[in-house]
């Protein structure tokens, strides 16, 4: 059924609303919050902007906005701050947003939300803040404090990243987080070649750069949701950030080889492995959730790659029908900070909720090494800048398991910081784009 028509502020505000109550990742959300919504393209982008906007910068507007509230130590309504932040958001970022504007449609919005008793709040401290807005200065020096709110990033996520990797590559990840993230898609050559494709999306306006490296990577500009190009649907390409696609390559995968990516879904990395081992090889692709299997079947369907066997599996246990793989990819869930470009609410989790995870992710690890052939490689990887979840379990794995030795990791990247030769941390401000860890092991032939 069609949603009621609503503005693109109530959009985002509504859609902010929920990626604060956990209803799920903020491009999710948000795609969901624009479907059959009745808003032209330009709706919504500002709908768009102002959602990324606010997530990006919650900390940098809520210390701007606890300046114009009369009673600084009560927290406000969490939709009457909720719109506050929209309409600051405009306010101080949206240079082509008249003041008034952003005041009077963020109280539209709070109105149509039903919630029309917090509408005088809400013009009350949007107003203060237009007033006072060239008087409030963010604070400046290098201290934890001054950093968390001139980048909107938490302290404890600050301090971890100093300990771990330094006080320079932390600033020059801080400045990463604001810059808008590239589309990189991987070209299926089963189905065309990059010269084909990117032949076809002129035709369709969108322009296509082929990377020198890896081979078949590529950016997309003036795209949209790529998901509604024809040449997506016909499978000619799947999306894959650039580290993602490096992850595979430091895989080196072969014609031929089997390898068991036992935690697959969405699919990316096994449908590019997928191509790379041609239909001589294989991919078991594993996943615990039955749902997220299926959109590894779709994409593989898609892409038309018989070649992979998705199939449901607990990568702390048996996975059915693998005995020896030639390799096995370990891409494991993590706490994601690496991706804070595309999903800026990840900067936000709350470090005490991601404890558990360095023993899954060993568990997994540890597990998954019974399926490499001797001889064969075993590859580590998340996507999150956080050594308890990458360097520690690496080294623990080569501790306790001394039938593996380290494999050196070497995908013609620039090393950013010090680490061992059989590790890799990709930083999203140098070469890569998204933020990842790799770690290489191979077992012992003897
Ligand atoms: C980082 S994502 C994998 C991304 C995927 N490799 C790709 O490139 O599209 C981690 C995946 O691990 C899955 N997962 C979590 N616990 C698991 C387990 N015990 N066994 C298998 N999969 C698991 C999650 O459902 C999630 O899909």
């Known amino acids: 059924m069609p949603k009621p028509h609503q503005t693109a502020r109530a959009v985002a505000l509504q859609a902010l609303i929920q990626v604060e109550q956990g209803f799920g990742y903020s491009n999710i959300v948000l795609d969901h919050s624009l479907e059959d919504i009745g808003l032209n393209r330009r709706d919504k982008a500002l709908a768009a902007a102002i959602f990324y906007g606010v997530l990006e910068k919650r900390l940098t507007l809520d210390y701007y906005i606890v300046r114009c509230l009369s009673s600084p130590g009560r927290k406000p309504d969490p939709m009457a701050l909720e719109a506050i932040r929209c309409g600051a958001y405009q306010i101080l970022y949206m240079d082509r947003v008249p003041d008034s504007a952003a005041v009077n449609e963020t109280v539209q919005a709070v109105k149509s939300a039903g919630r029309a008793q917090l509408a005088g709040f809400v013009n009350g401290v949007l107003r203060g803040l237009v007033r ?39 600033v020059q990840i801080l400045d990463s ?13 089963a189905r065309c070649t990059a010269e084909e494709l990117e032949a076809s999306l002129k035709e369709s306006g969108v322009k296509m750069c082929s990377l020198q490296h890896p081979q078949y990577a590529a950016v997309l500009e003036n795209c949209g949701a790529p998901q509604g190009l024809e040449q997506f649907k016909k499978g000619m390409f799947h999306v894959q950030d650039l580290s993602a696609q490096l992850v595979c390559r430091a895989l080196d995968p072969r014609p031929g080889e089997t390898i068991c990516d036992c935690c697959a879904a969405p699919g990316g990395k096994a449908f590019t492995l997928a191509q790379e081992v041609g239909t001589e ?33 607990d990568a702390t246990d048996v996975l059915e029908g693998v005995i020896q793989a030639d390799k096995v990819l370990c891409d494991v869930p993590c706490s994601g900070f690496g991706v804070i ?41 998340t996507c999150t800048l956080n050594p308890a979840e990458n360097s520690a379990v690496a080294k623990r794995f080569l501790q306790e398991n001394n039938g593996f030795e380290p494999m050196t990791i070497d995908i013609g990247l620039r090393r950013v910081i010090e680490e061992p030769e059989n590790m890799l941390t990709m930083m999203p401000f140098a070469e890569a784009s998204d933020g990842f860890f790799v770690a290489g092991f191979r077992k012992k032939t003897g």
């Open 132 to 170: 006072k807005k060239g008087q409030i200065e963010l604070p400046g020096g290098d201290s934890l404090k001054a950093l968390s709110v001139r980048f909107s990033v938490p302290e404890d996520l600050i301090k971890l990243w100093t300990e771990g990797y330094g006080r320079r590559a932390t």
């Open 177 to 189: 987080l604001s810059e808008k993230p590239e589309l990189f898609i991987r070209v299926n050559r």
């Open 281 to 313: 090889g294989r991919i078991y692709a594993f996943d615990l959730h039955e749902k997220r299997v299926g959109l590894i079947k779709e994409g593989a369907a898609r892409l038309g790659l018989d070649n992979i066997y998705a199939r449901v599996g």
């Open 341 to 381: 470009k595309r999903k800026p609410e990840i900067r936000y989790k709350n470090l005490e909720s991601l404890q558990d995870l360095p023993k899954l992710q060993y568990n997994i690890l540890q597990n998954a090494s019974r399926y490499v052939r001797p001889g064969g490689l075993l590859l580590y990887s």
